[in-house]
């Protein structure tokens, strides 16, 4: 079985500072691991995803993320908060062998605070 | 920009009526999903599909059933909603292998 947890409900950072936000996951074999972001009444949107290789994934709109095996952790990051990256972030993970359906976290909210 | 597109966006109906989301997407995909998420934010897996023909039930068990006669869409319906069904529900796709899954902007529905 796989699951994921985002520790945190919400975080809360100064515009300009360093943005983390934390997932862990839990899976039987190799993961898949995904990043989304949601807007007020929008749908999901991609940010990035780690399938194999490079344990750092660069992604949309200055975040990247770090696989981190031995501490089953994917967490997101971005070095310079924006006002505008205020938003709902969901971590999510999958199994190589499974058929694509996604375990996601329960959710972050982020507050970026001018 | 993902080409896959939800309607209603937004709808208020009366307890019992029978009720239809539609999701289309252009991108040729063969999985296709639909998560229920609930006011506390949490996205739970309802309905998937991979391919014309397949329909199997997700983690969440519904009261809603889907169909996929044609590969670009995926159709959601609830024969007698209730307030219970309240909810905004989340249309998505993807490629076979590792790819990532693909949003339509929602339908919150709300049932009186």
């Known amino acids: 079985a796989q699951s994921v947890a985002q520790p945190e409900d919400q975080v809360n950072v100064a515009e300009g500072n360093p943005l983390t936000v934390k997932c862990t996951y839990s899976v039987s074999g190799n993961p898949y691991l995904f990043w989304y972001v949601q807007y007020p009444n929008r749908g999901l949107q991609f940010l990035l995803k780690y399938i194999t290789g490079d344990n750092l994934v660069k992604g949309s709109y200055g975040f990247e993320a770090e696989f981190n095996k031995s501490q089953t952790s994917f967490h997101l990051k971005k070095p310079s908060a924006l006002v505008s990256d205020s938003a709902l972030y969901f971590c999510?993970?999958?199994?190589?062998?499974?058929?694509?359906?996604?375990?996601f976290g329960a959710g972050t909210q982020v507050v970026v605070t001018p | 920009e993902a080409d896959i597109y939800q309607t209603p966006r937004y709808l208020v109906i009366g307890t019992g009526k029978k009720i239809t989301l539609e999701c289309s997407q252009t991108?040729?995909?063969?999985?296709m999903y639909w998560y229920q998420q609930d006011p506390g934010m949490e996205l739970h897996l309802i309905h998937y599909?991979?391919?014309?023909?397949?329909?199997e039930k997700g983690d969440l068990s519904s009261e809603s059933t889907v169909s996929r006669i044609r590969t670009e869409h995926f159709p959601l319906t609830l024969e007698s909603a209730r307030p219970s069904h309240t909810s905004q529900y989340l249309c998505?796709?993807?490629?076979?292998?590792?790819?990532?899954?693909?949003f339509g902007e929602g339908s919150r529905l709300t049932v009186l």
């Open positions: 599909s991979y391919g014309v023909n397949s329909t």
């Open positions: 998505a796709s993807s490629e076979q292998g590792a790819g990532e899954l693909f």
């Open positions: 991108m040729g995909h063969d999985k």
């Open positions: 999510a993970v999958r199994e190589t062998d499974s058929w694509g359906k996604l375990q």
